[in-house]
C-alpha cells in the first residue's frame, strides 16, 4: 500500500493527499498520542537501532544473562558507553520532535509513546511524565542489586577518571544502563500506561517505528481496536499498513512540521 505513496518531501510540489489527511485528522482529534521508534531520531544522527551505524552492525548486543554472568562483556559494556554516551548527549532534537512538543503546547497531545532511550523528547521540551519510556533511558544507570539509580552524567565523569568497570557506590552491586537488555521483560508501570494511554487516544500517530518488537508493537492495534484513528509516518512500509486510516511515506520531521502547519491554517468546523 505504500510503495502507491509519493516519498515527502517533495519541496517542488504541494502536500500529498496524505499528509492533508492527516492535518484533518490531527484537527479533529483532541487526545493524539505519538507512538515512536528510532526513526524520529535518526534526522538528529542517532542511528537505528538495526540499520548502518547502529548496534547490531556493531555486533549482537549483550543479553542481561551475559552482562551479569561475564565480567569481559561487562568491561566491553563500560568501554562502549564511555565512547558513545558524549555522542548521544550532543544530539540535538530536530523537527520531529519539536513538532510533538508543539502538538503537546496546543492541548492535543496527551503523551509520546517512545521506544528510544535517547531523551530527545524531553530535550524538546516535553515534561517527564508525557513521555513513556518502553525501553528506559540511557540518561540513567541503576543497580541491579538494591535499584539506586544515578545520572548517566556522574558516571561517565567516574569512567573518565579511571574506572573501567563502575559499582554502585550505595551497596557496590553492578551497575548498568537503566535501558531494557536483550533477554528482559518491558518494565511493568510504562507498559501499563502505555496500553492504558493507547486505549483511550482517539488519534495514534506512529512515527518512525517498524512495528516489529513486541509487545510494543501491538499497542497500534489496541488504539484501533477502542477506536482511534491510526497514522503511519514512516520511511518503509511495516507489517501493520493496512490497520492505518493514513500512511504518509518521507521524513518525519516535515511531515510533521508541514501537518501541523496545515492544521493550524484551518478553520474549526465540524
Request: with cysteine; glycine share 10%.
Amino acid at each position: 500500500m505504500t510503495d502507491a505513496l509519493p516519498q515527502y518531501p517533495d519541496k517542488r510540489e504541494a502536500p500529498p493527499e496524505s499528509v492533508l489527511a492527516f492535518a484533518e485528522l490531527l484537527r479533529r482529534s483532541s487526545r493524539v498520542v505519538a507512538f515512536t521508534g528510532a526513526g524520529i531520531s535518526t534526522e538528529s544522527g542517532i542511528p537505528d537501532y538495526r540499520g548502518p551505524g547502529g548496534v547490531w552492525s556493531q555486533g549482537k548486543p549483550p543479553t542481561i544473562a551475559d552482562f551479569l554472568d561475564s565480567r569481559d562483556t561487562r568491561l566491553a559494556y563500560w568501554e562502549r558507553r564511555r565512547t558513545s554516551y558524549p555522542e548521544m548527549v550532543a544530539r540535538q532534537p530536530n523537527a520531529g520532535h519539536l513538532a510533538l512538543s508543539r502538538l503537546a503546547e496546543m492541548g492535543k497531545l496527551s503523551v509520546v509513546i517512545t521506544q528510544n532511550i535517547d531523551g530527545l523528547h524531553q530535550d524538546s521540551g516535553l515534561a517527564d511524565d508525557a513521555v513513556v519510556e518502553l525501553h528506559g533511558t540511557a540518561r540513567q544507570v541503576q543497580c541491579t542489586s538494591c535499584g539506586t539509580r544515578e545520572s548517566g552524567e556522574a558516571i561517565h565523569k567516574r569512567l573518565l577518571a579511571g574506572a573501567d568497570h563502575p559499582d554502585c557506590l550505595q551497596c557496590g552491586g553492578l551497575l548498568r544502563s537503566a535501558t531494557v537488555l536483550f533477554g528482559e521483560q518491558l518494565p511493568r508501570e510504562p507498559l501499563r500506561r502505555a496500553v492504558a494511554e493507547a486505549q483511550q487516544c482517539d488519534l495514534m500517530v506512529v512515527i518512525g517505528s517498524s512495528l516489529v518488537v513486541q509487545p510494543a508493537a501491538q499497542l497500534p492495534l489496541v488504539a484501533k481496536h477502542g477506536g482511534a484513528a491510526l497514522v503511519f509516518v514512516n520511511r518503509e512500509s511495516t507489517q501493520l499498513d493496512a490497520h492505518a486510516d493514513v500512511l504518509v511515506l518521507g521524513d518525519a520531521g516535515h511531515a510533521l512540521t508541514t501537518a501541523l502547519d496545515l492544521m493550524e491554517g484551518t478553520p474549526d468546523g465540524p
